[in-house]
T-cell receptor, first 111, second 117 residues
C-alpha cells in the first residue's frame, strides 16, 4: 500500500476548467513536495510546503498543506494544455530516511 | 548552476550483462538518492548516499544491485546480471542538506531508461 495516496489517479478536462488533486496519508510529514513529470523526463519540483495550514501560490497553481501535516492539495485555476503531465506528491515521514512518493495524478488538459 | 546530470539517458543491455548508471548531483549538493520508476507507477526509493557513505539502502534489492558515491566523481548505481524485470527508468536526485527548512527538497535528474533484452 502507498504511504501517500493521490486522487484522482487520472483526470481529463477541457482548457479553462478548474481542478483539484489530493494527496492523503495517515502519517505526519515534516514537509511535503509537489512535482510535475512530463513523459521521458525527471520530476520537476513545483513547491515545498513546510508549515501546517500553509498555502503557497505559483501563478495559477495553489498548494495547501493540511493543518495536521498529513495531507495536501493542489488546485489549478483555468487549466491550460501546458499543464498536462503527471503530478506527484512526496514527503519524508518523521524518523525515516527515505522520501515517499504517491503514485501520481495524470492530468490531461484538452484544448 | 547545472542541474542533476545523469548518463546515459538510454541504456540497452542483454540479460546477464552489467548496467552502470551515473549521476552527478547539483553543485553544492552532497546528498544523493536513487529511485526506480516503472511505467504508469510512482517513484520507488532505492538508496540514499552521502559522499563515501551509504546512509539508507532499504529500498534496494540485496542481490545484484549496489551503489556508491565516491569522494571524487559521480554516484554510480550498478546492476549486475540484469534481468528483464530490471527494465525501468532510474532517477537520481540530490539535495543540499538534510536539516532545516530545505531538508527534504530533492532535485531530480532526467533519468536513465534501462531496457533489458
Amino acid at each position: 500500500t502507498q504511504l501517500l495516496e493521490q486522487s484522482p489517479q487520472f483526470l481529463s478536462i477541457q482548457e479553462g476548467e478548474n481542478l483539484t488533486v489530493y494527496c492523503n496519508s495517515s502519517s505526519v510529514f515534516s514537509s511535503l513536495q509537489w512535482y510535475r513529470q512530463e513523459p521521458g523526463e525527471g520530476p520537476v519540483l513545483l513547491v515545498t510546503v513546510v508549515t501546517g495550514g500553509e498555502v503557497k501560490k505559483l501563478k495559477r497553481l495553489t498548494f495547501q498543506f493540511g493543518d495536521a501535516r498529513k495531507d495536501s492539495s493542489l488546485h489549478i485555476t483555468a487549466a491550460q494544455p501546458g499543464d498536462t503531465g503527471l503530478y506527484l506528491c512526496a514527503g519524508l515521514p518523521y524518523n525515516n530516511n527515505d522520501m515517499r512518493f504517491g503514485a501520481g495524478t495524470r492530468l490531461t488538459v484538452k484544448p | 548552476n547545472a542541474g542533476v546530470m545523469q548518463n546515459p539517458r538510454h541504456l540497452v543491455r542483454r540479460r546477464g550483462q552489467e548496467a552502470r548508471l551515473r549521476c552527478s548531483p547539483m553543485k553544492g549538493h552532497s546528498h544523493v538518492y536513487w529511485y526506480r520508476q516503472l511505467p504508469e507507477e510512482g517513484l520507488k526509493f532505492m538508496v540514499y548516499l552521502q559522499k563515501e557513505n551509504i546512509i539508507d539502502e532499504s529500498g534496494m534489492p540485496k542481490e545484484r544491485f549496489s551503489a556508491e558515491f565516491p569522494k571524487e566523481g559521480p554516484s554510480i548505481l550498478r546492476i549486475q546480471q540484469v534481468v528483464r524485470g530490471d527494465s525501468a527508468a532510474y532517477f537520481c536526485a540530490s539535495s543540499r542538506t538534510r536539516t532545516g527548512r530545505d531538508a527534504d527538497t530533492q532535485y531530480f535528474g532526467p533519468g536513465t531508461r534501462l531496457t533489458v533484452l
